[in-house]
């Protein structure tokens, strides 16, 4: 008898119903609740020998490069994309979504780009439990700051603390971690970055600014000009994670 967490290589190809060539060297795992829009235009965009392996999940060719993309919300989700696909041959994911704001550091506008993650979203630890922070890849790092700077992309560059209960932040709770010096929370990110740290794999955050926590924005305060600008900002991740995807083998430590 074997059991997921002994599953090899084989046996998640076999699981997907795939053979090697079909995985993809790249991920994008974008954390949202609504996934209709988002699965549409990676469609679009991956349209080239497209494959459906999941309700959330569109996997095709982009400039040569064979890139997945999977839509999830929270830590269990994240999980079983990067888990599954990573021990059947993926090498990069790229964690994309959105974060409150802990800092002044960030403003509406920048794509942040994760250097760490607080492990609090209660899947990570898991598959890192001797760590309570995870890293994302320094490479992918410094090749994500390289490329906002060469078409002038608004960013910042920090950590973030993962949770897996947004509705009960608190003013104290944010001030904690803002004290903790985390620029951003999320749901997903640490499960991403520990899960692909725990396969050898490489892993890297890319967030919008949602809603700022410090100065008193919630998801339900929204006005016309931070729209357009997440609007502006997910496509401009977008950007960022199709370089990394179609550049990730040249890009090395």
Request: net charge negative; proline share 2%.
């Given at each position: 008898?074997?059991?997921?967490?002994?599953?090899?290589?084989?046996?998640?190809?076999?699981?997907?119903?795939?053979?090697?060539?079909?995985?993809?060297?790249?991920?994008?795992?974008?954390?949202?609740?609504?996934?209709?829009?988002?699965?549409?235009?990676?469609?679009?965009?991956?349209?080239?020998?497209?494959?459906?392996?999941?309700?959330?999940?569109?996997?095709?060719?982009?400039?040569?490069?064979?890139?997945?993309?999977?839509?999830?919300?929270?830590?269990?989700?994240?999980?079983?994309?990067?888990?599954?696909?990573?021990?059947?041959?993926?090498?990069?994911?790229?964690?994309?979504?959105y974060c409150g704001g802990l800092t002044h550091?960030?403003?509406?506008?920048?794509?942040?780009?994760?250097?760490?993650?607080?492990?609090?979203?209660?899947?990570?630890?898991?598959?890192?439990?001797?760590?309570?922070?995870?890293?994302a890849d320094e490479a992918m790092v410094n090749?994500?700051?390289?490329?906002?700077?060469?078409?002038?992309?608004?960013?910042?560059?920090?950590?973030?603390?993962?949770?897996?209960?947004?509705?009960?932040?608190?003013?104290?709770?944010?001030?904690?971690?803002?004290?903790?010096?985390?620029?951003?929370?999320?749901?997903?990110?640490?499960?991403?970055?520990?899960?692909?740290?725990?396969?050898?794999?490489?892993?890297?955050?890319?967030?919008?600014?949602?809603?700022?926590?410090?100065?008193?924005?919630?998801?339900?305060?929204?006005?016309?000009?931070?729209?357009?600008?997440?609007?502006?900002?997910?496509?401009?991740?977008?950007?960022?994670?199709?370089?990394?995807?179609?550049?990730?083998?040249?890009?090395?430590?």
């Amino acid at each position: 008898m074997k059991l997921y967490g002994e599953f090899l290589k084989e046996d998640w190809l076999k699981a997907l119903g795939a053979w090697e060539e079909k995985i993809p060297a790249s991920f994008v795992v974008h954390g949202e609740w609504e996934h209709d829009d988002n699965l549409k235009l990676w469609s679009e965009l991956l349209k080239d020998e497209s494959w459906l392996p999941k309700w959330n999940t569109v996997i095709g060719d982009y400039r040569e490069t064979k890139i997945g993309f999977a839509n999830v919300y929270g830590a269990p989700m994240a999980t079983n994309i990067v888990h599954q696909f990573g021990a059947a041959g993926t090498d990069l994911f790229i964690q994309t979504g959105y974060c409150g704001g802990l800092t002044h550091d960030v403003k509406y506008g920048d794509i942040l780009i994760v250097t760490e993650a607080g492990m609090q979203d209660g899947a990570s630890q898991w598959y890192l439990p001797d760590q309570d922070v995870v890293k994302a890849d320094e490479a992918m790092v410094n090749e994500a700051i390289s490329y906002c700077e060469k078409k002038g992309y608004s960013y910042s560059i920090g950590r973030v603390i993962s949770t897996s209960a947004m509705l009960l932040e608190t003013v104290d709770m944010v001030n904690k971690w803002s004290d903790n010096g985390y620029t951003g929370v999320d749901m997903e990110t640490a499960t991403t970055l520990a899960v692909a740290k725990k396969l050898n794999k490489k892993a890297i955050g890319l967030l919008n600014l949602s809603d700022h926590l410090t100065q008193g924005d919630t998801i339900y305060s929204y006005t016309k000009n931070r729209e357009e600008l997440e609007l502006e900002t997910d496509d401009r991740i977008r950007d960022v994670a199709l370089h990394l995807s179609t550049q990730s083998v040249n890009i090395v430590k």
